[in-house]
């Protein structure tokens, strides 16, 4: 099972922008889909945006705002996002699926306030 960290999370004014990226532990080359989700404090962890066999899909809420890219050789998923809301506001975990199996990054916080 693939590990997955996290970083580049922080504080950020509205409007704004921040990159977050996820390393794996291996070769990310044959996991079939990684992307990113977030959990805002009293609500459900919710889907930001998947990449999955040369396709991306995105939460309405993101859509074009945020970008989903992966390095193959590097084996980071990065996550763009841009025009920050504070509603943006979440713990954002990363998230790979190989088959039947899952994995998740331990979360990184992500603040948009003025």
């Known amino acids: 099972q693939v590990q997955l960290v996290e970083s580049g999370g922080g504080l950020v004014q509205p409007g704004g922008s921040l990159r977050l990226s996820c390393a794996a532990s291996?070769?990310?080359?044959?996991?079939?889909?990684m992307g990113w989700y977030r959990q805002a404090p009293g609500k459900q962890r919710e889907l930001v945006g998947l990449?999955?066999?040369?396709?991306?899909n995105y939460a309405d809420s993101v859509k074009g705002r945020f970008t989903i890219s992966r390095d193959n050789a590097r084996n980071t998923v990065y996550l763009q996002m841009g025009s920050l809301k504070p509603e943006d506001t979440a713990v954002y975990y990363c998230?790979?699926?190989?088959?039947?199996?899952?994995?998740w990054g331990q979360g990184t916080q992500v603040t948009v306030s003025s």
């Open positions: 291996r070769t990310i080359f044959r996991i079939d889909a």
């Open positions: 998230y790979a699926r190989s088959g039947t199996r899952t994995s």
């Open positions: 990449i999955s066999s040369g396709s991306t």
